[in-house]
């Protein structure tokens, strides 16, 4: 297996709590030692931090849509009226 | 990438187990509208601030130490108005806030930079089936076997591999478009 794929494995494991104590131990080692490693991991925090960042996006995007299916849906039409008298 | 990742359901967290959204998002947008439209706001500041509202709420319930001090609805209105004194630059003192509403927070990192913003967008032009992965895989809480099956993979050692391949992915373009968006790595 790459290096690479058996850090960003590890790198997962460390950051979200999946290393026994011995393991985390020696991987905090390694990163004291590893400058390549240290920068590994700083960028693949950024990437998780995307990820939440498109999520939420993704989420919006979603609730856009119930928005327009329950303002026109007629179904719900005691709820339409609720909201244009707040704003008439 | 093996499979496409089309036709997820939405709203799969921990708060739309206990309560569907659409029930949820019927009882508490009038509460929200209202007080929007207090603050001088139209339907769309109500839409657009109740929209985070319900973000930030499923995300604090998908969080295993949060417990729920008001009703669902009294929390999203407890949210949207931090959200509103936070988006219109608004004293707190201008917007009422109940003892229980005062100790609400947002999260910090709720409001990236407009540089963050764009490597965004530039993630999703160069590689919007992986960020569909690893959003199914970190945040709409399936069970694996039931991810395989939604996704089209084989099993769930594919799924793996396809995702950790999508982490590096994700985590080279950043460190690629660092220079770009500098401010990102602060």
């Not at chain 1, 709590?17 to 400058?35: E, I, N, T, Y």
């Not at chain 1, 119930?66 to 339409?80: E, I, N, R």
Request: charged residues 25%; hydrophobic residues 35%; proline residues 4%.
């Amino acid at each position: 297996m790459r290096t690479s794929w058996t850090d960003t494995i590890l790198i997962e494991k460390y950051l979200h709590g999946g290393l026994d104590p011995l393991a985390r131990q020696v991987f905090k080692a390694r990163m004291l030692q590893s400058p390549r490693l240290r920068l590994r991991m700083y960028f693949q925090k950024k990437a998780y931090t995307l990820v939440k960042l498109y999520h939420r996006k993704k989420l919006k995007e979603e609730m856009e849509i119930l928005h327009q299916q329950l303002v026109s849906d007629p179904a719900k039409s005691g709820f339409q009226q609720s909201i244009l008298r707040i704003f008439q | 990438m093996e499979a496409a990742t089309a036709n997820i359901p939405i709203f799969k967290t921990q708060a739309s187990k206990e309560q569907p959204i659409e029930e949820l998002y019927e009882a508490a947008f009038p509460n929200v509208a209202r007080f929007v439209k207090k603050m001088g706001g139209d339907v769309e500041d109500a839409k657009d601030v109740f929209h985070d509202a319900l973000v930030i709420y499923q995300e604090r319930c998908d969080q295993p130490e949060f417990r729920l001090q008001h009703s669902p609805e009294g929390y999203l209105l407890g949210i949207a108005k931090h959200l509103w004194i936070r988006k219109h630059h608004q004293q707190r003192k201008l917007v009422p806030l109940s003892s229980i509403e005062r100790e609400i927070s947002l999260p910090e990192d709720y409001f990236p930079s407009y540089k963050t913003q764009r490597l965004l967008q530039f993630l999703e032009s160069a590689g919007q089936k992986c960020l569909d992965l690893l959003r199914a895989f970190y945040y709409q809480k399936q069970p694996l076997k039931q991810l395989v099956k939604t996704l089209g993979y084989a099993n769930e050692h594919s799924l793996s591999v396809q995702k950790y391949k999508c982490l590096e992915k994700v985590r080279h373009t950043v460190k690629n478009q660092s220079v770009a968006y500098e401010d990102f790595l602060d």
